[in-house]
T-cell receptor, first 111, second 115 residues
Framework: DAGVIQSPRHEVTEMGQEVTLRCKPI?????LFWYRQTMMRGLELLIY????????DSGMPEDRFSAKMPNASFSTLKIQPSEPRDSAVYFC?????????FGQGTRLTVV | AQTVTQSQPEMSVQEAETVTLSCTYD???????LFWYKQPPSRQMILVIR??????QNATENRFSVNFQKAAKSFSLKISDSQLGDTAMYFC????????????FGQGTRLTINP
């Protein structure tokens, strides 16, 4: 298995632009998570899906952030409009029910 | 609420030495998993080892082992015969709610293995 695949690996965008991060979970895993990592706040859970259904989005910072999981093999995290404070590494992770397996992350820089 | 505390922001040891990273946690659950993750400079988050709370035997994965003290809510990671490739951030993690896998992470310990 190729593991959790995220794209792009790096994204640099201007403030106000829309950013879409993509994730392909490990086949057969029924849970998917989006995390954000910054030096100041560490690893934060943004949203959690179970069987493609959003279960808990209480970690989503504000309405500018949205996430979808249209099927078991694909998820997106969208930021619109982006702001410099959104700069961070965004991780997608999937789980078969215990433990989470992470993608390599997307480093987002908003200038 | 579940909390995870790693009290050692940084540690440094010589290659081949044994090092122990500390983690304490708080949970109201009676059965749960605990995890250690490694994040090398490549920033990949790698699952190192997991422990099921109902198991008394400490988990072991090659050079990595844990000392799980359920009553004390302590979950330390021991790395034996440390190698340069072990240099990384190490995070202790606990699921937020039993049965769900929303992991709560500690602040991390930056471990450096010196040649």
């Amino acid at each position: 298995d190729a593991g959790v695949i995220q794209s792009p690996r790096h994204e640099v965008t201007e403030m106000g632009q829309e950013v879409t991060l993509r994730c392909k979970p490990i086949s057969g895993h029924n849970s998917l998570f989006w995390y954000r990592q910054t030096m100041m706040r560490g690893l934060e859970l943004l949203i959690y899906f179970n069987n493609n259904v959003p279960i808990d989005d209480s970690g989503m910072p504000e309405d500018r952030f949205s996430a979808k999981m249209p099927n078991a093999s694909f998820s997106t995290l969208k930021i619109q409009p982006s702001e410099p404070r959104d700069s961070a590494v965004y991780f997608c992770a999937s789980s078969p029910g215990f433990g989470a397996f992470f993608g390599q992350g997307t480093r987002l820089t908003v200038v | 609420a579940q909390t995870v505390t790693q009290s050692q922001p940084e540690m440094s040891v010589q290659e081949a030495e044994t090092v122990t990273l500390s983690c304490t946690y708080d949970t109201s659950e009676s059965n749960y998993y605990l995890f250690w993750y490694k994040q090398p400079p490549s920033r990949q988050m790698i699952l190192v080892i997991r422990q099921e709370a109902y198991k008394q035997q400490n988990a072991t994965e090659n050079r990595f082992s844990v000392n799980f003290q359920k009553a004390a809510k302590s979950f330390s990671l021991k790395i034996s015969d440390s190698q340069l490739g072990d240099t990384a951030m190490y995070f202790c993690a606990l699921p937020r709610v039993q049965g769900a896998q929303k992991l709560v992470f500690g602040q991390g310990t930056r471990l450096t293995i010196n040649p």
